[in-house]
């Protein structure tokens, strides 16, 4: 069995954005020459995630005006763990995300949905943080 593992960095120059990165993960597995396997793709940052959806500037919307109603960035006062920072939100928009993807490998080719891409959502950015893809089969 093989094994690869990866790391992609991201520096999102906003406080929050959904980064479609399914062609770097895709890149890493083919440089990992798995054919048959699992690939876990996972945010390294607590105030990071990652997920699999569409890629429709419309669901990115309201994706943005869902978790915004659910966690809402201010008041900053209303959160226990906002005291240096004010980032409290960020944590809970990364729990309702997720933290991470387990994507089938099938023929060396990542096996999504017809619509499904791989997304790096940043709820907290303005400094450089990673995603880790680890990568196993045959």
């Avoid at 396997?37 to 990652?50: E, F, K, P, Y």
């Avoid at 226990?80 to 080719?109: C, F, P, S």
Wanted: aromatic residues 8%; hydrophobic residues 35%.
């Amino acid at each position: 069995m093989k094994s690869s593992h990866k790391e992609l960095w991201f520096n999102v120059p906003t406080r929050r954005a959904f980064v479609n990165i399914t062609p770097e993960v895709e890149q890493c597995l083919a440089e990992s020459g798995v054919k048959e396997g699992l690939l876990l793709c996972n945010a390294m940052h607590i105030t990071a995630s990652v997920f699999i959806n569409d890629d429709e500037s419309g669901l990115h919307h309201d994706y943005e005006k869902w978790l915004e109603h659910l966690a809402p960035h201010e008041p900053v006062n209303q959160y226990r763990h906002n005291g240096y920072e004010d980032n409290a939100d960020a944590h809970l928009k990364r729990q309702i995300m997720g933290r991470e993807v387990v994507v089938a490998i099938t023929g060396g080719k990542l096996h999504l949905g017809p619509w499904e891409q791989i997304f790096y959502g940043e709820f907290d950015g303005r400094r450089k943080k990673r995603v880790l893809v680890k990568i196993i089969g045959e």
